[in-house]
Every structure is written in C-alpha cells, then in structure tokens.
C-alpha cells in the first residue's frame, strides 16, 4: 500500500512539474547528437546531411 501511494505521488508531482514546448524546428536528415557550442552554448545539431544550429531568441535555424 506504501509502494502504491509513493509511486501514485510521485507521477502526480511529475504532472504537475512537466514542461511545455515552446517551439520546434524543421530537422533534415536522421538527428545523432547534439552539441552546445563552448562560448554561446548555441545548441548544434549533428544530423546525416550537415549541422543545424538553433537560434533560441528567434526560434530560428541556421
């Protein structure tokens, strides 16, 4: 009974605590890892046709 109420909280909280998305982007290509560049820390986006970097103010992508 103790197991059941925990694990019923905890999914309850993890609800409540869940992000929305604010934007998505068009990726080409099979996406394999991502990078943060070092200074910026602009995510980049290794796929199989290239890099993608993402532009979080504009919600843009190079």
């Known amino acids: 009974m103790k197991k ?3 694990a019923s909280t905890a999914l309850l909280f993890a609800q409540l605590n869940a992000q929305e998305v604010e934007w ?6 099979k ?3 991502i990078f ?5 820390q602009t ?12 532009d979080n ?3 843009k992508v190079a």
Do not use: C, D, R
């Open 24 to 29: 998505s982007a068009p990726v080409t290509g």
């Open 4 to 6: 059941l109420v925990l």
């Open 43 to 54: 995510p980049i986006l290794e796929t199989g046709k290239g890099w993608i970097g993402m």
């Open 57 to 59: 103010e504009n919600h």
């Open 36 to 40: 943060f560049h070092n200074f910026t």
């Open 31 to 33: 996406p394999t890892s």
